[in-house]
């Protein structure tokens, strides 16, 4: 799935195609809510949910960059090894 196609869907057509096909590849509590992060072929797709609901408030779709960082930010590749 790239990037073009997946935005091209509707709402539910991308909620389907996330939860059929996607690999969820970690969530963060934070203060303001809670975050799935999902891969899906070439993108990354991250779901904010309501911490006392559940009910998903944002979305937001990226190929790489900065968005990554904060799951990832302290992380980093030693001799070979995944390292904190």
Do not use: C, H, P
């Not at 309501?50 to 904060?70: E, P, R, V, Y």
């Amino acid at each position: 799935m790239t990037l073009y196609k997946f935005m091209m869907l509707d709402v539910y057509e991308q909620a389907s195609e996330l939860f059929e096909n996607a690999i969820m590849v970690t969530s963060l509590d934070e203060k303001d809510g809670n975050y799935d992060l999902y891969s899906l072929g070439s993108i990354f797709v991250e779901i904010k949910r309501n911490k006392t609901t559940d009910k998903i408030m944002a979305t937001a779709i990226f190929k790489s960059g900065k968005q990554l960082d904060k799951y990832f930010g302290g992380l980093g590749i030693v001799n070979g090894i995944l390292a904190y």
